[in-house]
């Protein structure tokens, strides 16, 4: 098939690797805007869009797809100027209006990191750390008018290890989730898929905020511990020692309750924090104003602190 492939991050390069690889031909790429990054804030182009350059593919990077905007007027005349069979999908990042879900013939195909109808929503694979799943998946899908409500197309399953973090899980997602859309795409060229209507029940998962990232100690050590685990690296989770705001890298539970919740014992080669319920190990953390390093050797440089965790 003839594909017009729309993504933006690290996890699309993947998908789209895999679609450059397969006998379908992409002809163009449908990405965000370049953005403004560093210090310089100098202006630079998203992970998909630099995969395309390297491989000589027609980039169109819109603000908007809305009808009756600039951006969105020059991009539906460039799409029927490609005319694609199918435009495949790995978060894109910006939405897909009615009028474009009819505009080709196997409509927009979304790569879902969640078994639908199962964390629909911005963050599927955090949700499912946070919440304690054994099992998630990829899910690919016809995109309609709703929220990662569309006909299903294909499924895996993975499992979630006790000690993955959200980077852990999105990057074993990212390469097997690229193998089915390849597969959906073949089984869209040879007729073999049937899409499935979804259940209207579900389960969501919103975008993360740093909000949304702050460790409470007097939760129990187990919720600590996926929380850390669900926003690991981005945005990463943190605490309040004293006056300082303190980047929290994944905890150890120890199964034993020496402290109260928050306080803190530091050891020659352990930091331990008391929780709700027992105690944890810190394994990393990034004071104010520096880099990430290990909790061990913070701690022996600190001595001793008298502040809690807030």
Request: charge should be negative.
């Amino acid at each position: 098939m003839r594909l017009l492939f729309a993504g933006t991050p690290e996890p699309a390069v993947v998908a789209l690797q895999a679609l450059l690889r397969s006998e379908h031909e992409v002809a163009a790429v449908l990405t965000r805007p370049d953005a403004p990054k560093g210090r310089g804030r100098k202006l630079v182009e998203s992970p998909v869009a630099a995969l395309a350059r390297e491989h000589g593919i027609p980039t169109l990077k819109p603000a908007t797809i809305k009808p009756g905007t600039p951006d969105g007027e020059q991009f539906r005349v460039a799409l029927a100027d490609i005319a694609p069979d199918c435009i495949p999908v790995v978060a894109y990042g910006n939405l897909v209006t009615p009028d474009l879900l009819e505009a080709v013939p196997h409509g927009w195909v979304n790569l879902h990191f969640s078994l639908l109808p199962s964390w629909r929503g911005a963050a599927p694979v955090q949700a499912a750390i946070r919440a304690g799943d054994s099992l998630t998946g990829a899910t690919t899908f016809r995109i309609d008018e709703g929220l990662d409500t569309g006909p299903i197309l294909a499924t895996l399953q993975e499992e979630i290890q006790p000690l993955d973090t959200a980077d852990d899980l999105l990057t074993r997602l990212a390469y097997s989730g690229a193998d089915l859309l390849v597969r959906t795409m073949d089984g869209l060229a040879n007729g073999s898929l049937t899409p499935q209507p979804q259940p209207g029940e579900g389960t969501y998962a919103p975008k993360i905020l740093p909000a949304d990232a702050h460790v409470d100690f007097s939760a129990p050590a187990e919720e600590i511990d996926r929380l850390i685990r669900s926003v690991t690296p981005a945005p990463g989770a943190w605490a309040m020692l004293g006056e300082a705001r303190v980047k929290l890298g994944p905890v150890l539970l120890l199964k034993e309750d020496s402290l109260e919740a928050g306080a803190m014992r530091i050891e020659k080669q352990q930091v331990v924090v008391g929780t709700g319920s027992y105690d944890v190990r810190l394994t990393t953390l990034q004071p104010q104003g520096k880099k990430m390093m290990d909790a061990a050797a913070w701690g022996r440089g600190v001595g001793h602190v008298e502040e809690r965790f807030a």
